[in-house]
């Protein structure tokens, strides 16, 4: 037994020798896609200084950017607790119609239906939440089991797209600049980043997220209320995904079915960028940050190098692949030290 | 694999003492393993003939299992190698393990619930087809030869799911056989099985052996052991302390060799006798569950350590699981400050002041990727908010208060922004109890605090627990390393199967006497076949 615990104290105050591989490696895993954002946009930048590199495109970015950003953050906090919310695009898409419907069909002046469509969001996200948390129901089949149907009950409340009766104030949000001409998504994504970095990593309910998730058994023995936390994260997934939808809508001036699906890839890819950037497979909203600008810069650059069309869908799965190979990889290699 | 010089090497660190027959079926000589730096099998040299059944016991830790694992090719040893007919094993592949004839039946059964039995005993093994498709009556020939050699009266298209504990053990042996296994170790066997039960394993286990089928036979049941096997090896610490022939042990000299030849004298430390006059802080009434705990009551009194000893699998741990809300009770309830509580999960025990240090610190004690501090802090933010009724954290309070508790346990890190993952496991341990120092926990449950922790540490994991207990926070250590138990408590409650088999206060508090309790209860000269 003493001759065990010599060891142990041995191998505890031996110095390791340097391991280059290691660090590279951790180099790797931290900074590489910082480092892949920036070679893009120097490499878009020497292709095309023109047209890439003026403020014109570069706030074009931005603003593109910003949706995928909120509704990939609101994603970030269900990756943090440990689940998955696959309905965020639907959602988009639903609130999206939902807000315009409000305005146009029901009437509702905008400071009711805006407000009343972030709400419908939250419910959502609670409801993804108690399937998942008192149900029981794995998450990529709740949530997609709700996403599907919310693609039908849209449908059955505005076959059409709604584009009559929207007041001139919605669509200034997306579309207006009221600072130094920066478009206003750019405010609003930065808005919510800043509280959803707040509450993760400044609040006792984002240090309880970031217990669950690193740890459901020992948050529990903790006193940590596991599913309060899980609902609390689903519901920022909605809010998120609904204000995306919201900005949508106002941006395309018009409430149209499924327009919002397409940001579930991308917030998923941005996410996985994320947790890859940084720290070792964590999920974080600097880090989803990061993700949305690269895929940002990257579609924006190949649609710029007249890149064909199909380039983009080739563009976004392959990244979602290697996102998530990436994230995988660093959180195994995270595990082994 | 290792080269002609290490074999003599290997013989010669053998000594005489250990001098054995050459014709062993089975052959390990200096198998040796460590994890993390620490020695879990060390220069293990076991000979198996055919058709024996060979005796595997010693203590929770000792290197049962890290053997077995190794001879399953789960686990690669360091160094060390295994012959078996006198062909090298190749080591690390459970494939070359079963073709040379080598079975493994665990605890857990890994049987496929939904599959047949016979689906189960012809997992893996290669099946007659025709046309394609598999031909059943042809491939479980030998299945059914093998039920048949074993007594297995229910029909082999049951599934698996349907089946009995000893059912499915029967199923297991008969795809050891299935497969032509030569040697089949067995893990705890009977802790599962009844009596009547564990008779037929018996005489299933004679009948092998007379067909030439070794057991490796690994149990804590002492007399079974003594009765069942032709030779016992014990290990301890690693180590292989003794070897002997049935009839040169006796159950005494089984426990001497398990806890070690050197059984000290009761320690003269002052051992603090709480005032059982008082109120107790905790106490337990009649609480039962499932099969694991049967009727358990005791209190804990201001001031003490009190200790629960006992074998694993004893139901300390899910007593403990228990008071801490993970479970809950059939029967039975607990009282803190003689108060009935009523616990619906852990966040309601943690509520009323009762923490669990878990057994399995990393998989249930830790967020890894969090900080020192973060871990420190996650049971008491409540208290660590800048502004009362505001969610926000003070940066400074929770700084202030991680930094006094690493002071106070002396948790040696870097800084309070470290990850906790680097820390040494006893440094980890201190900060899972500075979690509830910070919390102000009423009733502290530590599950083998002292798992896989240095001494100086663990002396240090000691102090702080004997300093929260005089401080008046009830504790409850439960441990499966006797030393620990001699050195740590103030009053020892041993469980057995469920019950409490025994008490030992003040001066009784010895190594040998809770290794008696375990195996035995207090009043009683038969233990284990109950």
Known sequence: MTARRETDARSALAPRPIDWKHLGLIFLSRYGTIFGLALMIVFYSVMAPNTFFSRANLLNILSAASLTAIIAAGLTYTLVVGEFDLSVGYVASFIGLIVVGLMSYQGLPIWLSIPAALAIGIGLGLINGALVTKVRINAVISTLGLGTMLTGIGFSYSAFPIATGIPRAFTNIALGRVLFGIPNPVFVMLGILVILWIILNKTDIGQKMQAVGGNIEAARLSGIRVDRIKMFAFATAGFCAALTGIMLSSLLGSGTLGVGDGYLLDAFAAVFLGSATLREGEFHIVGTLVGVLILAVGFNGLAILGAPTHFQPIFKGGILILAVGMSTLARRYAASN | ?530
């Open chain 2, 1 to 530: 694999m290792l080269a002609n010089g290490d074999k003599f090497d290997a013989f010669a660190d053998g000594g005489s003492a250990n001098a054995r027959s050459p014709e062993g079926w089975m052959q390990i000589r200096g198998l040796t393993k460590s994890f993390a730096g620490e020695l879990a099998l060390r220069d293990a040299d076991v000979d198996v003939a055919r058709g024996e059944v060979h005796g595997l016991v010693g203590a929770n830790g000792a290197g049962k299992s890290t053997l077995i694992r190794c001879l399953a090719g789960v686990t690669l040893a360091d160094r060390g190698w295994i012959t078996i007919n006198g062909e090298e094993l190749r080591q690390g592949s459970p494939q070359a393990s079963e073709q040379a004839g080598l079975a493994f039946i665990h605890q857990e059964l890994n049987l496929i619930p939904r599959f047949s039995a016979l689906q189960n005993m012809l997992l893996g093994v290669p099946k007659t087809t025709r046309f394609g498709l598999i031909d059943w009556k042809r491939s479980s020939v030998r299945a059914r030869a093998a039920a048949e050699r074993i007594g297995m009266r229910f029909p082999l298209e049951r599934r698996v799911s349907e089946l009995s504990v000893a059912e499915r053990w029967l199923v297991m042996i008969g795809k050891a056989l299935t497969r032509d296994a030569s040697m089949i170790a067995m893990d705890e066997p009977t802790a599962s099985l009844s009596g009547p039960e564990s008779e037929q394993l018996f005489s299933i286990i004679r009948d092998l052996s007379a067909d030439g089928v070794a057991i490796l036979y690994v149990s804590h049941r002492l007399e079974e052991v003594l009765e069942l096997c032709d030779r016992v090896t014990i290990l301890r610490d690693g180590r292989i302390v003794e070897e002997a022939e049935r009839g040169r042990l006796d159950k005494k000299g089984l426990v001497r060799a398990i806890i070690g030849h050197d059984i000290r004298a009761p320690e003269d430390r002052e051992r603090f006798a709480a005032d059982k006059a008082g109120k107790p802080i905790f106490s337990v009434r009649d609480v039962a569950w499932r099969e694991a705990v049967k009727g358990v009551s005791f209190d804990v009194y201001r001031g003490e350590v009190l200790a629960l000893g006992g074998l694993i699998g004893a139901g300390r741990t899910e007593l403990a699981q228990l008071a801490a809300g993970v479970r809950r009770p059939d029967a039975g309830h607990f009282e803190l400050d003689g108060k009935r509580l009523g616990i619906a999960n852990e966040a309601e025990a943690v509520k009323a002041g009762i923490a669990l240090v878990p057994e399995e610190r990393r998989s249930q004690g830790l967020m890894l990727q969090l900080s020192v501090g973060n871990n420190i802090n996650i049971a008491s933010l409540a208290k660590l908010r800048a502004f009362p009724g505001l969610p926000f954290l003070s940066n400074g309070k929770g700084r202030r208060q991680a930094e006094r508790l690493v002071g106070e346990l002396s948790i040696r890190t870097s800084s309070i922004a470290s990850k906790i993952a680097t820390l040494s496991g006893g440094n980890q341990q201190k900060a899972l109890i500075a979690r509830w120092l910070g919390f102000g926990a009423r009733l502290l449950i530590l599950d083998e605090p002292s798992r896989g922790v240095d001494v100086g540490a663990r002396e240090e994991i000691h102090d702080a627990i004997r300093a929260l207990a005089r401080s008046g926070v009830g504790i409850i250590v439960i441990s499966s390393d006797v030393e620990e138990l001699a050195m740590l408590a103030d009053r020892v409650l041993v469980m057995r199967e469920g019950r409490l088999s025994g008490e030992l206060t003040g001066a009784d508090i010895a190594e040998a006497r809770i290794i008696e309790l375990s195996y035995h209860d207090a009043h009683s000269g038969k233990g284990d076949k109950a």
